[in-house]
């Protein structure tokens, strides 16, 4: 029990507190989530790892495909065994089917919003209206859906979903095989700006193809909501399940094919040379080795083979399949050491792609697994291919379509340097978000791009300390947090319901600058990179949602990080922290002469007369206070004392600062303090972002320094995201007007 006269205190402060201040403006920042986040249970535990029962489908496939090389057209049959591992009686199932969000009635151009402008570029005004100018007639022709036994199975597309009916319900345990016959026409991507499509290149007549989303797939059916069967709209992603893959890929015998999974058939489709070359590159790992050269390339160009041949691709426990394929490609491929593991890194491009593909594209897919590797789990597949395309940047499993291309003449910019490497090592890095610790990118953007976006800086911080730059930092983010918050939605929302020029820094940016300050400022690079890696490994090859990573994040951590997931995720709010004003302290020598300085004393302050009010500097100088012996009723029950001269020691001759901090963007935050000494020496202190949990607008604290201090910067280092730095110092100083930043340029 308190003793009797802080109770009464108590009371007095708040009384005068009720009449003499606003309505509180609590908003609860420090409150837990437990009422926002679903409840723990046997499959998602409340320490945020899957629980006992967890469980999750799977669906193998087998799949022929062929690609015509002079229309364009895929025809391909796939066959799905897919197994019930829920608890519950399935009598029907949910297939994407991507390629119709380019079908004549898509949803996602019946809901494009936008206005005719004069002067628009013609191959722009498909993309800003939504209206198609061209030919193109897209979506899949589905010629067939049977069970085993070649009987027709009742089906309903609905846009980019198809329902398939069960003959019976498919129970725990078993498992249903079907198969489906369909086409259609692979597109142009300059044209149609999405992720698959071709390139044509008219100096040489050849294409490059990047196949895409190209086959009907399963819809994942989980514990969280069922069937995920949410419209493919073209900004949000994918929610898969995983599986095996056979495929069996039909193309020009003079192509060269990528896929996800390794090779079944080498001595069919390359030459003895190659297959030398490709077991060489085995056993390379301090260089690439060219499986196919650039004048090889180059002469295949011009013959164009009429002939067909086969590759055939195993992949084993994936999520997707894709593949690139053209006679263009020059393949370099190493092998990179990760753990016990040897994965096979390479690389396809056409000659457009050099000199700079040769040089860097294999070289960051290495340096994106060793370093993804450290903070996570050891890459498990055997290969990561990085494929050249125009303006792009695209991931499936163990294969990526990456832009950045030199000029004609092969020079290339420091801009386009870093744009390669930054892309390459986003693009290979998403084979662990989301291709093994497998998010809905359908529901979730940032779960896959937020915390790849992170470790891709990450990579280029270790490993291009030369390239590194502000991208996906709090000092990054700044410009989008000062934004209007009036349209401005929070990370936790849906990508589809985003604006477009919201929709990167929601999804990529700020998830990733939240990151960087939860690891280097709040939590410190041990804590977080602990907790990080327990999230990666718990959820590799599982399907984790958002209360997974808060809960595992907090679990392994043992940091409470409630405020920080409701600021920084759930609200559109900004970190603006003032400095409103200082009060310099000093406790006064009571051998000092009284008429020296004047003391006023009030009810829970002490200033100095001469201030009169809040002082903009230090030259009033330290203002002096007394410390008066405690009287005896208010130790209370306690027998024995405190030794008042000894505290009055511990202070005499220190300067003590009284700051008044005051919330104006409304996000909790830590403190980070630089102080600047009169001696020209600095010091950083910090304080927990839990000094904001009883007043979330405003605090009082006071600091004790052996020093004289004369400058206090809040933030100096960019840490925090802070979107006004002009209200972050004292002595304060006067922001250049207009006119006067006008003269400073010209």
Not at 20 to 39: A, R
Request: some cysteine.
């Amino acid at each position: 029990m308190r003793v009797l006269l802080a109770i009464v205190l108590t009371c007095v402060l708040i009384r005068v507190s009720a009449q003499t201040q606003p309505q509180q403006q609590w908003k609860g920042k420090f409150e837990q989530l437990d009422q926002i986040l679903p409840t723990p249970n046997a499959y998602r535990t409340g320490s945020g790892a899957p629980g006992q029962n967890y469980w999750q489908q799977r669906a193998d496939y087998v799949i022929n495909v062929e690609v015509d090389d002079n229309t364009q057209l895929l025809t391909g049959s796939e066959t799905i065994t897919y197994h019930n591992n829920s608890p519950e009686l399935l009598t029907f199932l949910w297939l994407q089917l991507d390629q119709n969000i380019l079908a004549n009635d898509n949803m996602t151009s019946q809901t494009k919003t936008g206005a005719v402008r004069d002067s628009v570029p013609a191959g722009f005004f498909n993309m800003m209206t939504g209206v198609n100018t061209s030919d193109y007639k897209g979506g899949y022709n589905i010629k067939s859906v049977k069970d085993a036994s070649g009987k027709a199975l009742p089906h309903t597309i609905n846009h980019t979903m198809m329902r398939i009916d069960l003959p019976a319900p498919l129970k725990t345990g078993e498992k249903f095989t079907f198969s489906i016959d369909w086409s259609y026409t692979e597109y142009n991507r300059q044209i149609f700006n999405q992720r698959g499509g071709y390139e044509y290149f008219p100096d040489d007549g050849n294409y490059v193809y990047t196949f895409a989303q190209w086959f009907p797939r399963m819809c994942v059916f989980d514990d969280y909501e069922g069937w995920q069967n949410k419209q493919f709209l073209g900004q949000s992603e994918f929610a898969l399940t995983f599986g095996n893959y056979r495929v069996r890929i039909t193309v020009p015998a003079d192509h060269i094919v990528g896929a996800t999974g390794t090779i079944q058939n080498p001595k069919e489709v390359l030459t003895k040379e190659q297959q030398e070359r490709l077991e060489k590159a085995k056993k390379s790992f301090d260089q690439p080795v060219f499986i196919v050269t650039q004048d090889e390339a180059i002469q295949k160009e011009k013959t164009k083979s009429t002939k067909k041949a086969t590759w055939e691709f195993y992949a084993e426990n994936v999520r997707d399949f894709a593949f690139a394929s053209s006679r263009k490609f020059i393949w370099d491929a190493q092998s990179v050491k990760v753990g016990d593991k040897t994965p096979l890194a390479m690389s396809l491009y056409p000659k457009e792609g050099n000199p700079l593909w040769e040089k860097e594209s294999t070289k960051a897919i290495k340096n994106a697994l060793e370093i993804y590797s450290q903070r996570t789990f050891n890459y498990p597949y055997p290969v990561a291919y990085s494929i050249h395309t125009a303006n792009q940047g695209m991931e499936y499993p163990m294969i990526c379509f990456n832009g950045s291309r030199p000029n004609k003449d092969g020079t290339y910019s420091q801009q386009k340097l870093v744009g390669l490497v930054q892309v390459v090592v986003h693009e290979v890095g998403h084979n662990f978000f989301p291709m093994i610790v497998n998010s809905d990118e359908r529901q979730w953007t940032w779960m896959d791009e937020g915390l790849n976006t992170f470790l891709e800086k990450e990579t280029v911080r270790v490993r291009y300390p030369e390239l590194y730059s502000t991208h996906g930092t709090p000092k990054g983010i700044i410009p989008f947090m000062k934004g209007d918050k009036s349209q401005m939605r929070p990370i936790m929302s849906n990508g589809d319901d985003m604006r477009y020029n919201e929709f990167g820094a929601n999804g990529y940016t700020k998830p990733s600058a939240a990151l960087t300050l939860l690891r280097e400022t709040v939590m410190g690079p041990e804590l977080f990179d602990k907790a990080f890696k327990e999230y990666a490994e718990r959820w590799a090859f599982k399907h984790p949602k958002p209360a997974d990573f808060f809960r595992t994040m907090e679990d392994a951590s043992g940091v409470d990080l409630d405020w920080f997931w409701r600021g920084w995720f759930y609200s559109v709010d900004n970190v603006d922290i003032s400095v409103e004003d200082v009060k310099w302290f000093q406790l006064k020598n009571e051998q000092m002469e009284p008429e020296k300085k004047t003391i006023k004393t009030r009810k829970g302050d002490l200033t100095a007369e001469k201030n009169n009010g809040s002082a903009t500097d230090f030259s009033n100088g330290p203002e002096q206070f007394t410390l008066t012996n405690t009287p005896d009723q208010m130790y209370g029950e306690f027998r024995s004392r405190i030794n008042d001269n000894d505290v009055r020691k511990k202070l005499e001759g220190k300067n003590i600062y009284q700051i008044r901090f005051k919330n104006i963007g409304g996000l909790v935050t830590p403190l980070v303090i630089e102080w600047t000494y009169k001696d020209g020496s600095k010091e950083i202190e910090r304080i927990p972002a839990e000094i904001w949990r009883i007043n979330e607008n405003e605090v009082v604290k006071v600091f004790v320094k052996d020093k004289e201090v004369v400058n206090i910067a809040l933030d100096p280092n960019f840490e925090l995201a802070d979107v006004d730095m002009n209200n972050n110092v004292f002595p304060k100083k006067a922001s250049e007007s207009k006119f006067d930043q006008f003269k400073k340029n010209n």
